[in-house]
Nanobody, 118 residues
C-alpha cells in the first residue's frame, strides 16, 4: 500500500519561508519521480516542482528562483523549501510519486495547507 504523508504546512507572512516534507512508503522510493503540486478551491491542480530519481529538478515558472525541491533517498522523503512566499502561493500542497518523467502523478498524498498572509 502506497502512502505519501505530507507535513510542515502552516501560516507564514509574505516574504517568509517554509519547508514542507513528504514521507513515502510502499514504493521503491529511489526509482520514482517525486513531485509537489498545489490546489486552490475552484482552480485546476498546478504542478509546482518535480524531481527525478537522480535528483534533477523541474520547476513551474511561477516558483523558479524561490522554491527548491530535494529528496533524501535514504529517508524516503522529498522536501519543498519555499522562500520569498507570496499570498498567491496560498494553497494545499500535495506530494506525488510516479513513473512518468516529470509528471510524477501515479500516487498522491492528502496535502498540507500553506497560507501566506499578514
Amino acid at each position: 500500500q502506497v502512502q505519501l504523508v505530507e507535513s510542515g504546512g502552516g501560516l507564514v507572512q509574505p516574504g517568509g519561508s517554509l519547508r514542507v516534507s513528504c514521507a513515502a512508503s510502499g514504493i521503491i522510493f529511489s526509482t520514482y519521480y517525486m513531485g509537489w503540486y498545489r490546489q486552490v478551491p475552484g482552480k485546476q491542480r498546478e504542478l509546482v516542482a518535480t524531481i527525478s530519481s537522480g535528483g534533477t529538478p523541474n520547476y513551474a515558472d511561477s516558483v523558479k528562483g524561490r522554491f527548491t525541491i530535494s529528496r533524501d533517498n535514504t529517508k524516503n522523503t522529498v522536501y519543498l523549501q519555499m522562500n520569498s512566499l507570496k499570498p498567491e502561493d496560498t494553497a494545499v500542497y500535495l506530494c506525488s510519486a510516479g513513473r512518468t518523467p516529470w509528471a510524477a502523478d501515479d500516487y498522491w498524498g492528502q496535502g498540507t495547507q500553506v497560507i501566506v498572509s499578514s
